[in-house]
């Protein structure tokens, strides 16, 4: 071990260097799907949990007890074993027709991350004046339309540094993908690893290659703030 020798080539060139680009581009497919879906599914169960309709909002409770408190590994098993049991037949046989390992991790990693999702654009509505949805009704506003044009812009806006956080965790949590056969980056980096017994390196290429998506959804983000700030002071 004193003698090992790192060679970065080996990651930098050739097929490897192929590899761990073909696994970048599928995590970054299954980040970006999953946190578009996840942040449309987290908003309309927010939207469920206030509801004034009792079985709706148990309903929505029981989704985020669930779907909160159980690991996502499971929950990406659950779905690669169990969806044929679940879903409709007609589902199941274009999911198996396409990429069905990469639809079972989009599946997974959406209801997982909406789940928290939900929780924090709940608690920026929540933080939002009662009044201000009063006021909506008063004006002729139904719920879902005060909820629509008044109080979840601002909720959102507030939840931006939570919700960060849950986009930062789903793109490092797609590397458990690896585990039902999707080519992502980490499940690349073990192929390296296996074919080179170049571990370090390989894994070491997967690290900053991580590093370097949170920074850029950090980055994207903070322009967003700054835009955000920008119209309001011009306002």
Sequence with gaps: MLNYQFDWSTVTSGKYFEWLASGVKVTLQLSALSIVLAFILGLLIAVMRMSNNKPVRWIAHAYLEFFRNTPLLVQIFFWYFGSYKILPTAVNDWLNGTNFEFAAAVIALTIYTSAFIAEDIRS?????????????????????????????????????????????????????????????????????????????????????????ISLVITALVNIYNEKVLNIHKAA
């Design 124 to 212: 920026g509505v929540l933080s939002i004046p009662k009044e201000q949805m009063e006021a909506a009704r008063s004006a002729g506003f139904s719920y879902l339309r005060s909820m629509q044009y008044i109080i979840l812009p601002q909720a959102v806006r507030l939840t931006v540094p939570p919700l960060v956080n849950q986009f930062l965790n789903l793109a490092k949590n797609s590397s458990l993908a690896m585990t039902i056969g999707v080519m992502e980056l980490t499940y690349q980096a073990r192929q390296v690893e296996s074919y080179t017994f170049k571990g370090f390196e390989a894994f070491t290429a997967a690290t900053v290659v991580y590093v370097a």
